[in-house]
């Protein structure tokens, strides 16, 4: 009986050793469970870290690509690292050609300026809108305004420096406009008013001849005419950019308008204008005032830019539905790089005060209005050397 009793004591002993070791066995278990929980909890925290990264990075890579605004990235060596599409535009190189080597839109004699804007980007500063010029790969230069800021360099080494430029160079050219309308309309304003003061001068004086009080009075009212279309110009001008163009058409003979025009158009000495209506022209419904002083501006134009002994022509066609009315001239031409505004305000070949020809670049902003008001088109075409030949196309109906 003793036996068997010992044998169980020993049994149950040798179950208690087991259960400890089993339970030792299960804490390890479990603890080793709990770390590879964490561990897959920390593997997902970096993928999703990662893939956010990712997405913050493509987000970037689209904006940069996107952006209108040019934007190069430069390293510590002054290497091109980026190199965006509007860049591509501005610039005229492709990434492929610049991406690793020293930017080639900043001239030789810029460097200095690129390494006093990086020296100031590198303390700190943020350079903002400042203007300069660059080089484009077909030769020309392009106004700028340059923003700048530093960044960190790739895998943390070193600095990169990130430029965004902004195309001013239609801003500039606006500016330089704006600039010669001023220097226009006071040479403009002085000529005729030079010639009133001093005719009023001379009838003012005790000197005065009475027989020519006439003559000098005719001519201050010719100065004075000259003015009032001046400041008709204008006024015109400003109420068109307000938006005000009011038409009233009325039912309008084509030819007989022309004829009206042509007469009440007297070309200077030594140009002859010439009219070309084709017979039976339709009836336009136009704003007849309007439409022909448009004409008038076009016929005035051809004959600022006509030499002595040349030919301006008035034609009007039908071609299909439409009415065509074309003033041509023999005179010199406007350059390839100026037809693209010569219905923008302001615009003449040469505004500066001491330009060959009189006016102040509105008469064809004006007639281009009109004619696009009454829902027609005005084009020009023109060859240095062989005049120019402005069109203006109305519906019929």
């Known amino acids: 009986v003793r036996k068997p009793v010992v044998e169980v004591r020993e049994l149950d002993e040798a179950n208690v050793e087991l259960r400890n070791a089993m339970s030792l066995l299960s804490e390890e278990i479990g603890v080793k469970d709990a770390l590879v929980e964490r561990l897959h909890a920390d593997i997902e925290e970096r993928e999703r870290a990662q893939d956010a990264l990712r997405a913050a990075v493509s987000a970037l890579d689209a904006v940069i690509a996107s952006s209108p605004l040019a934007m190069v990235g430069l390293d510590d060596d002054r ?65 700028v305004a340059l923003f700048t800021s530093a960044i960190a360099g790739e895998r943390g080494s070193g600095r990169d420096y990130i430029g ?38 001379l009838m003012c004086s005790g000197e005065r001849d009475h027989s020519k009080c006439g003559e000098m009075a005719a001519r201050i009212r010719a100065k004075a005419v000259e003015l009032d279309g001046l400041v008709e110009r204008l006024l015109e001008a400003a109420s068109i950019q307000a938006g005000a163009t009011a038409i009233s058409r009325v039912g309008t003979d084509v030819g007989r ?124 075409q023109s060859e240095p050397g062989e005049g120019s030949t402005f069109v203006v196309e109305l519906p019929l109906a």
């Open 257 to 380: 308008l022309l004829e009206d025009v042509v007469a009440a158009t007297t070309p200077p000495d030594g140009i002859e204008l010439a009219l070309d209506v084709e017979p039976g022209l339709p009836g336009v419904r136009v704003d007849r005032d309007r439409l022909g002083r448009a004409i008038g501006e076009l016929a005035t134009n051809a004959f600022k830019y006509s030499p002595h002994g040349g030919r301006v022509t008035v034609t009007a066609r039908r071609e299909g539905d439409r009415l065509r009315i074309a003033v041509s001239d023999e005179g010199a031409g406007i350059a390839p790089g100026e037809l693209p505004h010569v219905f923008e305000r302001f615009t003449q070949a040469d505004m500066s005060s001491t330009r060959e020809f009189p006016g102040l670049g509105l008469g064809l902003y004006v007639a281009s209005q009109v004619v696009e008001a009454h829902g027609g088109r005005i084009s020009v």
């Open 79 to 143: 290497c091109v690292t980026i190199w965006n599409a509007a860049a591509e535009r501005l610039f005229g190189w492709s990434a492929d050609e610049v991406l690793g080597r020293p930017n080639p839109a900043v001239p030789e004699e810029a460097m200095p300026e690129q390494l006093r804007l990086l020296d100031a980007t590198r303390a700190g500063e943020r350079v903002t809108g400042y203007e300069t010029r660059r080089r484009t790969k077909d030769g020309g230069e392009v106004d």
């Open 164 to 201: 965004i430029f902004e195309d001013i160079s239609e801003r500039r050219r606006v500016e330089r406009l704006k600039s010669d309308f001023v220097s226009a309309v006071s040479h403009e304003l002085r000529t005729p008013l030079t010639a009133i003061l001093g005719y009023s001068d």
